[in-house]
């Protein structure tokens, strides 16, 4: 069975000094500037990103004059809270999925029923083009370049899956897909593009992931944050997964309202 899915990529860190991250409230310097530093509420949180985070990754506000920001609490990088994934499933067509208990935190479990996909390849040799070319192929595929020229709504997430050598560094050769629409799940219409290629998920598949927000896409620096805490996580709580890939989900358009990104292990214990 083949997997699909987007690629590897943060943010510029803010430095947060002399905090005291274990008070609900206090005063800190950014930028030269005092101002009202306290945790963005654990429980909205949680419901954000749909697992308990861990103590040391909760993000802070810091209440400035001209409205707040959100920094992890680690490392002092500026951040914001994901969209639910709920919320967007309620507007956007997802595949059927089943959240799954999780031990320790940092890290949600989630189970993705068998379904059918549609994918195309990129280089990340030149990843800056071939990227958006690949999401251009897919893209008109569901705008009718297939052999009945049927009209396919844009479903959520945009998913990629970047293959890993022994070294841990990415082969050239990545996969982009489209989850596709539930009219279309058993039927799909043949791809007229011969890079385009209709994928099926035979078996159910678990992952775990890390989610985030943020204002537009982000970067290699966000990326591999977040794989490394989602690594710790996992490990931490005793769960196996396959290296030897790295996936990433993007559910939302950037620049477009509230994000939600997400970095993504396949497990190999199958919970």
């Not at 956007?92 to 996909?117: D, H, Q, S, V």
Request: charged share 25%; net charge negative.
């Amino acid at each position: 069975m083949t997997l699909l899915w987007i690629t590897v990529l943060t943010l510029t860190l803010v430095t947060l000094s002399n905090c005291d991250l274990h008070n609900d409230n206090f005063d800190e310097g950014v930028n030269g500037r005092k101002v009202s530093v306290n945790y963005g509420g654990r429980a909205s949180w949680r419901r954000a990103v749909g697992y308990k985070e861990c103590d040391d990754n909760m993000p802070i506000r810091v209440n400035t004059n001209n409205g707040y920001k959100i920094y992890n609490a680690d490392k002092g990088s500026q951040d914001s809270q994901p969209r639910p994934l709920s919320e967007i499933c309620s507007e956007y067509e997802c595949p059927k999925y089943e959240e799954l208990n999780t031990t320790g935190c940092g890290y949600g479990a989630r189970r993705i029923y068998g379904t059918t996909w549609i994918t195309t390849t990129f280089s990340m040799a030149n990843r800056e083009v071939t990227y958006m070319e690949g999401f251009w192929k897919l893209f008109t595929y569901i705008s009718g370049y297939n052999d009945v020229g049927a009209k396919i709504p844009m479903t959520v997430p945009v998913l990629t899956q970047v293959l890993l050598d022994a070294s841990y560094q990415p082969l050239d050769t990545a996969f982009m897909s489209f989850y596709m629409s539930s009219d279309y799940q058993s039927t799909p219409p043949t791809p007229l593009d011969s890079a385009v290629e209709i994928n099926e998920w035979d078996e159910d598949v678990v992952i775990y992931y890390r989610a985030f927000g943020g204002e537009g896409a982000p970067s290699d620096k966000q990326w591999e944050d977040e794989f490394t805490k989602l690594y710790q996580a996992v490990t931490k709580s005793g769960k196996t997964i396959y290296e030897g890939e790295v996936l990433t989900a993007g559910y939302t358009r950037p620049g477009f309202g509230k994000q939600r990104w997400e970095a993504i292990y396949i497990a190999r214990d199958n919970e």
